[in-house]
Nanobody, 125 residues
């Protein structure tokens, strides 16, 4: 089992920045890919970005390219999401996810095995 805890959300003005963190515990050695999803009010949860175990490969949704950056510190079992130039449409609950079974996709909720509780990001205009 892998447990995930997100932090770093909050209220920020448009154009501002936030850095989200996701701390993993439990069987962290089994984590293959970690990702971030988000869910805006009234919308389905959507893929944002993912990173492989080594950090050597990252995958971004089109909406995240250029403004969001994922990184991971395996020594701390933590993944970060740096968000710059935030827009009101980035307002959502952001969820961290871990994939422990390799060989699947990375953009669907079913591709991931463990989820955090989410952290709220609100961008005011």
């Amino acid at each position: 089992q892998v447990q995930l805890v997100e932090s770093g959300g909050g209220l920020v003005q448009a154009g501002g920045s936030l850095r989200l963190s996701c701390a993993a515990s439990g069987r962290t050695f089994s984590i293959y890919i970690m990702g971030w999803f988000r869910q805006a009010p009234g919308k389905e949860r959507e893929f944002v970005v993912a990173i492989t175990r080594s950090g050597g490969n990252t995958y971004y949704a089109d909406s995240a390219k250029g403004r969001l950056t994922i990184s991971r510190d395996n020594a701390k079992n933590t993944v970060y999401l740096q968000m710059n130039s935030l827009k009101p449409e980035d307002t959502a609950v952001y969820y961290c996810a871990a994939q422990v079974v390799a060989g699947r996709g990375i953009t669907r909720e079913v591709d991931f095995d463990s989820w955090g509780q989410g952290t709220q990001v609100t961008v005011s205009s």
